[in-house]
């Protein structure tokens, strides 16, 4: 038996070969829900039909690093010529690699841009993991005293 790694999975048994492309795996949210029949079927009796969905899950990690660097690039990647010229010309370069053509401003701008965009996801993190109704109850008298 033969292993052999690159790109795609060789595995060599006898005579045969077994191959299959590797993947790269995340995490993943699934949600099953009953759900009516189409009303093009007519053969199936209003029997409801399960169906499930996945996709993929964004970190909290992932969404605040996408949106530090929603309109300004990372420090190595704007320091190139590229930047250098568009810095000048007042156009912002963003996105994690620095490539995307964000709109019209100049590097002290696209700190603000961001600055919004990363308070902006903070706030709606923070109201995700909060109740949105305090709990409010009078003190019970203590019964320690009696």
């Known amino acids: 038996m033969k292993f052999r790694l690159s790109g795609?999975?060789?595995?060599?048994?006898?005579?045969?070969?077994?191959?299959?492309?590797?993947?790269?795996?995340?995490?993943?949210?699934?949600?099953?829900?009953?759900?009516?029949?189409?009303?093009?079927?007519t053969e199936i009796k209003s029997t409801a039909v399960e169906v499930t969905r996945c996709g993929p899950v964004q970190?909290?990690?992932?969404?605040?690093?996408?949106?530090?660097?929603?309109?300004?690039s990372p420090y190595a990647r704007g320091i190139d010529i590229?930047?250098?010229i568009t810095d000048i010309l007042g156009i912002s370069m963003g996105g994690?690699?620095?490539?995307?053509?964000?709109?019209?401003?100049?590097p002290d701008q696209t700190i603000v841009w961001d600055g919004?965009?990363?308070?902006?996801t903070?706030?709606?993190?923070?109201?995700?993991?909060?109740?949105?109704?305090?709990l409010r109850v009078r003190d019970?008298?203590?019964s320690m005293g009696k």
Not at 27 to 39: L, Q
């Open 96 to 106: 994690g690699d620095g490539t995307k053509v964000m709109g019209f401003g100049f």
């Open 59 to 72: 970190t909290t990690n992932d969404l605040i690093e996408q949106r530090f660097f929603s309109y300004s």
């Open 122 to 134: 903070t706030k709606a993190l923070m109201q995700e993991q909060s109740n949105p109704i305090p």
């Open 116 to 120: 919004s965009a990363v308070e902006n």
């Open 8 to 41: 795609a999975i060789s595995i060599l048994f006898g005579a045969g070969l077994l191959s299959c492309v590797s993947a790269l795996a995340g995490p993943v949210v699934c949600t099953t829900s009953f759900e009516a029949p189409s009303a093009a079927n």
């Open 140 to 142: 019970l008298p203590s």
């Open 82 to 84: 590229t930047h250098q």
